[in-house]
């Protein structure tokens, strides 16, 4: 496939059209999904903390609570788009790949995804944790909520390292 695409907007068709592979195919419905609803529900959220820190003085505390919506939103959102831009471009590059690349990358985007799941398992609040039996669950309740950004960035880095170890 020799045509182009313009801009990230355009690699997701291109990517879905390029690729030979499933379960990448599936993945960028979901993954795709997912981002969108990511980028509504954190968008929606500083549009709220936008209307409640309206009447505040203008200051560092407010403009950074501000600015740490659009980060976890591009933390969030980032690496789950990551697998079909880099498909994408990979295809449209013709640059020679593993033949697994696409499924790899693939499943380090849905591992990303579930450790999004395991993250806000983590960070709960204790009144938002249900009461439960299971031995997995109450260890994740009971670890400190700091560790919730543990199972993000390990996901993340086994992403990089796919592409890296892959790519060619």
């Known amino acids: 496939m020799t045509e182009a ?3 990230a907007l355009g690699a997701f068709p291109y990517a879905v059209r390029a ?3 499933w379960f990448f195919r599936v993945y960028w419905l979901v993954g795709s999904l997912a981002a969108l609803f990511i980028a509504l529900v ?3 959220g500083l549009i709220v903390e936008l209307a409640r820190t309206a009447d ?3 200051g560092g505390l407010v403009s950074f609570s501000r600015s740490l919506f659009v980060l976890v939103g591009f933390l969030a959102v980032g690496p789950l788009v990551a697998p079909v831009l880099l498909v994408a471009r990979r295809h449209r590059l013709g640059t020679a790949v593993h033949r ?3 499924q790899a990358l ?3 985007g849905y591992a990303f995804l579930a450790s999004l799941y395991l993250a806000l398992v983590i960070s709960a609040p204790p009144e938002f944790q249900t009461p439960t039996d299971s031995t997995v ?3 994740l309740y009971a670890a400190h909520p700091l560790f919730g950004l543990l199972p993000p960035f390990v996901a993340a880095a086994v992403m990089i390292l796919a592409h ?5």
């Open 56 to 58: 505040l003085v203008r």
């Open 137 to 139: 669950l109450a260890l």
């Open 164 to 168: 890296r170890r892959l790519g060619g």
């Open 42 to 44: 954190v968008g929606m």
């Open 106 to 108: 693939a499943a380090c």
């Open 100 to 102: 697994q690349y696409d």
């Open 5 to 7: 695409y313009r801009g």
């Open 19 to 21: 690729s030979d592979s």
